[in-house]
């Protein structure tokens, strides 16, 4: 980051006066909230070639005014050759961040594109922490959720942006030195609460946070391993439609009441699933790869050897109890035409009463009445 700045700086100096006014960003009116979901859906074709991924991200971003975050990691240089072939922004994205080994996902409006083992949980990390600051008393919980835009120049330092967002709410920050020298260039991102700038800003470093006290001061923890996010939704389902749910999530425990609907797996899905509860049309279940879906025809064959083969594609490793492992030598008939996982998994433990779901990298068996 510190020798592409520097770069920068040297073709600053260079550049002549004309050159350095076209150069200059127009502010740009962000999408954010659901306008960007529907923007992630919207076709886009276009042709970069041998361009700075950096420039390139920029241009996307502000040809879509969708803002994007590159993670302090990647190489902002790196030159790019790469095409948009009139699919969706979303699948757009998929392409270009898998050819570079990368991934990207959704913190409130803004992507970041960074290493896959960050991007995978940084949304739902930074839906905890956005619920964590929710719970603080009057005045510091209204604080915290306030949507404040983000804007900083070239050479911005991270230690100094995590402050003046602190300091926004009237947080401090403890031992300010936890944070590493850096030097950024320069980005502007829509308004987000508190806990999703500080979980951007941060990412990079592998590192979330926590608060205490009274004023809140702010004090950095190790990005947690694995995360979860549960979120009561007020709605009234009937029996078929969370039946729907279900097979649409498969990652996402879900269970309702008359009222209500609980659900606890990670962001993208949580997103996609108050979208579909709003009503809106939704097409996958996160911004990424689209869900894998499931051919299978068995005659006679035991449950046991289904979910092993399931298990074996996925790379899962079974977690099965000794009551389940009587009921999975059951024999049966099965014929799935393109399902989703969680539905192959239904119909092939249902006849045996036992239920399956995947935590993580464990596909776990257990009886239906448990």
């Known amino acids: ?9 040297l073709a600053l100096c260079l550049a002549s006066p004309g050159l350095l006014a076209q150069q200059e960003q127009v502010e740009v009116d962000w999408q954010t909230g659901s306008a960007v979901d ?8 276009a ?18 005014r969708v803002a994007i975050f590159l993670d302090r ?20 994205l998929d392409r270009l961040t898998g050819k570079l080994e990368l991934g990207y996902c959704l913190v409130d409006s803004t992507i970041y594109i960074g290493p896959k083992e960050i991007t995978g949980k940084l949304a739902t990390v930074a839906e905890v922490l956005h619920q964590f600051l929710a719970q603080l008393p009057d005045p510091w919980n209204k604080q915290a959720g306030k949507r404040v835009a983000m804007r900083w120049e070239l050479l911005a330092t991270p230690r100094l942006l995590v402050t003046r967002q602190l300091e926004q709410a009237g947080f401090e ?13 320069s980005q502007d991102l829509p308004p987000m609460p508190l806990a999703h700038r500080l979980a951007i800003l941060l990412a990079g470093f592998d590192k979330a946070f926590t608060v205490a006290g009274d004023p809140p001061r702010m004090s950095l923890l190790p990005m947690p391993e694995k995360v979860k996010l549960q979120k009561v939704y007020k709605k009234a389902v009937s029996t078929e439609n969370f039946q729907r749910i279900r097979e649409f999530f498969p990652d996402l425990a ?26 809106e049309q939704v097409t996958s279940t996160r911004p ?9 025809k068995v005659e006679m064959t035991p449950i046991q050897q289904i979910i092993e083969a399931i298990a074996r594609q996925d790379g899962l490793e079974i977690d099965v109890d000794e009551e389940s492992k009587k009921r999975w030598e059951k024999l049966i008939d099965l014929n799935a035409l393109d399902v989703t996982r969680g539905k192959l998994l239904e119909m092939a433990l249902t006849p045996a009463k036992l239920v399956g779901r995947v935590e993580g990298k464990k596909l776990i068996i257990r009886t239906a009445d448990e």
Request: proline share 7%; aromatic share 4%.
């Open 1 to 9: 980051m510190l020798r592409s700045c520097l770069i920068s700086i």
């Open 38 to 45: 529907r923007q992630l859906q919207q076709p886009l074709t």
């Open 47 to 64: 042709s970069w070639k041998e361009i700075p991924l950096r420039q390139m991200l920029q241009n996307l971003g502000r040809s879509q």
């Open 73 to 92: 990691r990647i190489d902002p240089d790196q030159p790019i050759q790469f095409e948009a072939k009139g699919e969706s922004m979303a699948v757009t």
């Open 173 to 185: 920050l403890a031992m300010p030195d936890s944070i590493p020298h850096d030097l950024w260039a």
């Open 254 to 279: 879900v269970r309702r009441t008359a009222t209500e609907v609980t659900a606890v797996g990670s962001q993208e899905d949580h997103r996609q699933l108050a979208r579909l509860l709003r009503g």
């Open 288 to 296: 990424g790869p689209v869900k894998k879906r499931y051919i299978l």
